[in-house]
């Protein structure tokens, strides 16, 4: 299929090699398993390990901390191409590279830097990040974990929920480092955050979250702080300081969620095409049929139209600051619903081979819908974005 490469998707050479760097890789290690770990709903941590040595695990971490220090153009990039084949994967991906990485990269001093990042953008250790909680989600600021100070460290209380990453290998043995939010104070805005390593005391996997829709090759866990104690030096930023952490956070990770639903687009429109060529049906290819001539024009259009939006906002995004929240969140509330509609299209076009595994949409489709909920749902962006307007 012919999809128009604009310059806005690539704009430099440095960004063109990342894209063709991830579909080759995409091609010769992603795709062949996907379905298998979709079906055994299971993790394959060691592909993750491999994107280390490509530079892709700290894609936005400084080169001096062991990263790329590439943009933002180049997070939505490395993330449309992993999801053209297994968004679960690349779930897993986002918590580590972005949620994780990217948020200590930016929020920590330079002697933390030192001591997480060189091993979290190598692939040595795996990371997620922590904020949602069993009674809190779309509330994120109602957060009921705490963290009391005593002497050189810090105490921490309270439950994490659906934390990506947040279990890996058999789903019971905590990933190495969770960046985890905690009320250090009453306010509402109060709110700390604290680096988490495997093996801390108090630190464990709670109930491991399974028979989820969609992506399956991730895995979700709720984690376990139980007077958990944590050293001062594992604090980032200031104290009560960490709601501006939070938001910049969130922006990136609607950016890079966004461009996973570009990613269930492409795949999906490239796959309801080739079948509407090969297939036949009353003496004729099903392309000529106008019912789904209007599936795959109506699919290329809106899946052309999300994906200029994402690139122009991750293009012009500055990913050091807080401050893009209105178009963070409207590429995600527009991209993750085109995501979902257009893999239920290249299902409907694809008949009963659309319904199972082995022709790909299927997985898509379950896929698609987590991003209407993670990382803010439909409803959250709008708010947001309502307010914003203002
Ligand atoms: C597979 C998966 C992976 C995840 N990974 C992570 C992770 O790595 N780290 C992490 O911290 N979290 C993670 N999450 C949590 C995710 O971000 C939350 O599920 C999401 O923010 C929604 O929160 P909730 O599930 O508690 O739903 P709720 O907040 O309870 O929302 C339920 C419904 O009420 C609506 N609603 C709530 N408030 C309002 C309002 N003010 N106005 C209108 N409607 C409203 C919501 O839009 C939604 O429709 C993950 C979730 C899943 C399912």
Redesign the pocket.
Known sequence: MNLKDFDLFNPTEEHKMLRKTVCDFVREEVEPQALEHDRKEKFNLELLRKLGPLGLLGITVPEEYGGSGMDAVAAVIVHEELAASDPGFTLAYL?HAM?CANNISHNADPEQKKRWLPKLSSGEWIG?????EPDF???ALGMKTTAQKSGDHYVLNGR?M???NGAIDDNKTPCDAVLVYAKTGTDKNAVSTFVIEKGMPGFSVGQKIMD?TG?RGSN?AELVFEGCKVPVKNLLGKEGDSTVHMMRNLEVERITLAAMSLGIGKRSVEEMNKYATDRVAFGKPLRKFGQIQRYIGDSYAEFMACRTYVYDVARKIDLNKAGNRLDSDAVKLVAAPMGKRVADRAMQVMGGYGYVGEYVVERLWRDAK?LE????????HQ?NITTDLE
């Open positions: 918590a949620l997620a990040m922590a904020m949602s989600g779309t509330d994490k659906w934390i990506t989820k992506m979700t987590l909920i993670g990382g803010g749902t439909i409803e959250a708010k």
